[in-house]
């Protein structure tokens, strides 16, 4: 069964650089979410979009944007990179929940480690 | 706000042991979903279980359980006899019912099985 595909797997970018990570979900799947996870840390939630638009926002550093094509895959853009932005960013995708309905199950891609030298 | 804490940051056990991670969880909201994930060295988030807030049914899978219950706001894992394969880093996590089913994640429990 296809899964989420995020690229690259692994960047290495200097302090000030930008870097852009994407990412490809589920066929069908029309949800994507955005998580950062630091070295020894849990999984935060950066942002969220459905269907092209943002639905929703967590700790996300104004120095990132992201969006959703009309393919539905997602670009997280970082500019002005920090080494506190060293991290695994994790993709994952579902298909909205209709009012009153069952929650759907959000996949995991296999992340992308960035390292901020 | 919603609020996950695991307050086990690490564990040490010898294969064949039975091992339980315990999850505390806070919500406001009437209806939600609770999530156990493993994150082997590798680093990818294995899915494990979903958990219903309203079905509070225990659930075995091999050698894996989950025991929930509402009245202590607690979701545990345990695992039977378990194996050096286990090691890994295991969270919990949690989505309410409004808004977007974002994740909440807890700290996360290491767990080292040793042969």
């Known amino acids: 069964a296809a899964g989420v595909i995020q690229s690259p797997r692994h960047l290495i970018k200097e302090k000030r650089e930008t870097a852009t990570l994407k990412c490809y979900p589920i066929p069908r799947h029309d949800t994507v979410y955005w998580y950062q996870q630091g070295p020894g840390q849990d999984p935060q939630f950066l942002i969220s979009f459905y269907e092209k638009m943002q639905s929703d926002k967590g700790s996300i550093p104004d120095r990132f944007s992201a969006q959703q094509f009309s393919d539905y895959h997602s670009e997280l853009n970082m500019s002005s990179l920090e080494l506190g932005d060293s991290a695994l960013y994790f993709c994952a995708s579902s298909t909205r929940r209709l009012a009153g309905g069952q929650y759907n199950e959000q996949f995991f891609g296999p992340g992308t480690r960035l390292t901020v030298l | 706000a919603q609020k996950v804490t695991q307050a086990q940051t690490e564990i040490s056990v010898v294969e064949k042991e039975d091992v339980t991670l315990d999850c505390v969880y806070e919500?406001?909201?009437?209806?939600?979903?609770l999530f156990w994930y493993k994150q082997p060295p590798s680093g990818e988030l294995v899915f494990l279980i979903r958990?219903?807030?309203?079905?509070?049914q225990n659930e075995i899978s091999g050698r894996y359980s989950w025991n929930f219950q509402k009245s202590t706001s607690s979701f545990n894992f345990t695992i039977t006899a378990s194996q050096v394969v286990d090691s890994a880093v295991y969270f919990c996590a949690l989505s309410g019912q409004g808004g977007s089913e974002k994740l909440v994640f807890g700290k996360g429990t290491k767990l080292t099985v040793n042969p």
């Open positions: 958990r219903n807030s309203f079905d509070e």
């Open positions: 919500t406001r909201d009437t209806t939600y979903y």
